[in-house]
Structure formats: C-alpha cells, structure tokens
C-alpha cells in the first residue's frame, strides 16, 4: 500500500472513506451521473416544492373511492386540468415519527425521528434532495440550490430557512431573495480570479489549523466528545469539499441568464412566480440538478387579499377562514400548471422539453388542519420514470420515504432505503 500521502490527498481520501458508512446507512450504490456523463445523455433532475401548513381537506385530495387514471380532479387541483396526463396525485403516505403539527417541511424530505440522538430533542437525517445531489451533483457548479420563502416559519414550514438537510442532519440554508438568486446563478464574480484563488487558499490555512488543533487535543477524550469531534470533522470535510468545487469552477465563467433580472421586493404570488422561473434558468443552464423551494404561506394569502394569518387559515372550519384555504389551493395549483407549462415549452438541445427529464414534487408534512397523516403528495415530470396521470390510494400509514425512495430509484439512483422507507411503491413506477 502506498503511505506517501500529502496532507491535502490525506483529508480528501479520510473524507471519502469516513462517508462510506454513512452513504451505505442510506443504500447508495453508484454514481449516477457517471453515466450520463458517459452517455452524453440529457441530464435528469428533481425539484421539491413544499407548502407548510397543507391543504383543504374537503377540496383538494381527489374521492378515494374514484382512484386510478379516470378518476375526477378535485375542486383545488382543477386548475391543472390541462396537465392531467402528466401528474400522479398520491393518498395514504405518512412519517410515523412526525409528532410536531406546525412543522410541514422540517422532516417532509427526511422522514426522520427527531428524538433519535439520546440527549437531544431535535434529530435530523439527509433530504430527498440532498441524495440527488450527491449523486447528480458531481457534473454541476451548484450541487444543489436551495430556495426560501420571505415569511419564513410563520407559514408552518418549522425552523430554519429550507427544505434541505445533509447527511450529517444539518439544515442547508436557502435563499429567499429572488435577487440574489439571480445573481448568484447569473452574474459575473466581482473579485479577479487571482483575489478568488487567494480567498481560497486562505480558507484552506484556516482549515489547517484548526483541524490541526482539534487533533491536538483528540486524545483523552470521553466517548462523547470524540462522538462531538467526528461530527465536527465531518464538517470540516464538508467543507474541504465545497471548496474543492468552488475551485474546480473558478476559471469557468457563469452561464448567459435566459431571463431578465427580477425586480426587487416581490411578495406572495409574484414571488412564487419569480421563483419558479429561476428554477427554469437554473435547470436550462445546467447550474444545478437538485432544487428544493420552501414556499410562502402567510404572504401568499396577503397577495391574495386575505387578512387572517396562514396558521388561523390552517385551522379553518366552514366559513370565511375556510374559502380562505380553498382559494390558497386553488391559487397553488394554478402557479405549478403554468411552472408545468414553462417547463414543456422549454426545450432540450434534442428536441424534448425539460419537463421530459425533471422530476417534480409537490407538498407537505402536514395534511389538513394540523393532521400529521395522509400528507398531501403531487408528483409531475418524465425525470424519474414514475407511473403519471394516477390517483393512487395507497394503504394508510405508507411511508412516504416509500414515494422518495421510489423516485430516486427512478432518477437513477439505487438506494437501498430512505429515511423510514419499507420498499418502493410498485404502483408508481413506469
């Protein structure tokens, strides 16, 4: 075997090796955009979109009783009629450890038990999304790209600023400026390349000392603290990794953006409109393959001319508070359809539209009025091979990890499990 390792090869390779454990605890097998690289085939990508609160029970799951292809579109999915063909809505999923009825987005993605880790009360485990970017990732300047809604927490999402979790269990934080968002994708560094290496290489020097120091005093240590060290390599390996990447793009310029920049302070409405256009430019151009957005509640219900706050409107019953959670259904399905149109009529470079090789999900944690099962589920897009324009009722309490690890089989990625998954859903897959 050969020893001679510098210290920089040293780091990368232990980062490799000590993520192997953690990579097989969730079945991860290939690389999958290895071969699409080799293939020269068109990417595919995936996209979350969750809502926070959920849905009106009584308007938008289409009758149970009428599953399968010719079923009838529910009173809150009717705008999608058009697209119907190209989405599947699915009943019956759950996270059995979700116990928190204000946050739709904390374990939506990661059907995680919060109480895992002894000695803590908030636990977390690797998103949906951030399993497609491990494996799609690799070929791209941003891994994944991370979206938040301005009114943050107060439309039920839970803390923190996305949807997206590592493997580590740590939130990944979003953007929430359509702006910035832009820019970030599309505008040229402010800093000469030489200034940008320098900025790196002085990242690299603090790394090294302080990962030299936490060596220092790593023998001795109670099991504990040496459990708290890993983790705290592990961060440091992350972000040895980012770094990497970052230097990899340095030299490569940003992409031509396909759209105008965004006008400053959009709210509600117009910033779900906005995102979702940046989602196309950012999955046109390749920047990334892995999207999540935290969507607004609380001012898209104010764009939307209603006063009551989105948690009274997720309590509602007959009456006002009630047509209020309608119209905010309605309203939710009638920006995806024309997400749905924008993503048709864009075209790949053979001919087929990027809706062919994206994956879409729609959603939340949460039901109904603070219910915790049946989560709301929509599933759109030829990119994971799924079985499109269903209802499917599943049997009560399916994990809804089933439907995520259904899709990432689909994108190509072999997973074992996810999260508290059981297997795959048969029924959905092509």
């Not at 990794?241 to 970052?246: E, F, G, P």
């Not at 151009?285 to 997720?314: C, E, I």
Request: neutral net charge.
């Amino acid at each position: 075997m050969k020893t001679d390792f510098d210290r920089r090869t040293f780091l990368r390779g232990v980062g490799a090796l000590i993520a192997l454990p953690a990579l097989e605890s969730i079945g991860f097998r290939r690389f999958a955009s290895a071969a699409s690289k080799a293939t020269g085939a068109i990417p595919k990508r995936a996209v979350f979109m969750g809502i926070g609160f959920g849905v009106t029970k009584q308007t938008w799951y289409p009758n149970k009783e009428d599953s399968g292809a010719n079923y009838q579109l529910s009173e809150g999915l009717s705008p999608l009629a058009r697209h119907k063909k190209d989405f599947t809505v699915v009943q019956g999923c759950s996270n059995k450890f979700s116990n928190e009825a204000h946050w739709g987005s904390t374990f939506w993605l990661t059907g995680a038990n919060r109480y895992s880790v002894p000695g803590q009360n908030m636990a977390n485990s690797i998103s949906a999304d951030q399993v497609v970017a491990e494996q799609l990732g690799q070929e791209t300047r941003f891994s994944s790209i991370q979206l938040d809604s301005t009114d943050g927490s107060a439309s039920g999402h839970g803390p923190g600023g996305s949807l997206a979790w590592d493997k580590r269990g740590k939130q990944i934080p979003g953007y929430n400026d359509p702006v910035k968002t832009f820019h970030k994708l599309f505008s040229a560094e402010d800093l000469p390349l030489e200034k940008r290496q320098a900025a790196i290489a002085e990242k690299r020097s603090v790394l090294d000392a302080v990962l030299t120091e936490a060596k220092r005093v790593q023998n001795g240590l109670s099991k504990n603290d040496n459990d708290k060290l890993d983790e705290y390599f592990q961060g440091i390996r992350d972000i040895e990794t980012r770094l990497r990447k970052d230097e990899d793009w340095l030299d490569k310029p940003k992409p031509k953006a396909p759209m105008e920049e965004p006008p400053p302070s959009l709210k509600g409405k117009e910033e779900i409109e906005m995102m979702y256009n940046l989602i196309i430019a950012a999955l046109q151009t390749d920047s990334t393959r892995a999207l999540t957005y935290r969507m607004p509640g609380q001012a898209l219900l104010k764009s939307m001319g209603f006063k009551h706050s989105a948690h009274n409107v997720s309590h509602y019953s007959p009456g006002e508070r009630m047509e209020a959670s309608k119209a905010r259904d309605k309203m939710h399905s009638t920006l995806l359809a024309g997400f749905m149109d924008k993503l048709k009529s864009t075209k790949e470079a053979d001919g087929s539209s990027l809706f062919d090789h994206t994956s879409l999900a729609f959603g939340s944690n949460i039901s109904s009025i603070h219910y915790l099962d049946n989560c709301p589920t929509l599933l759109a897009g030829g990119g994971a091979n799924l079985k499109l324009g269903e209802h499917l009722v599943l049997p009560e309490d399916t994990p809804l990890c089933n439907v995520w690890l259904t899709m990432l089989h689909g994108l190509g990625i072999q997973a074992d499990r996810h999260g508290d998954s059981t297997g795959v859903v048969k029924e959905l897959q092509a």
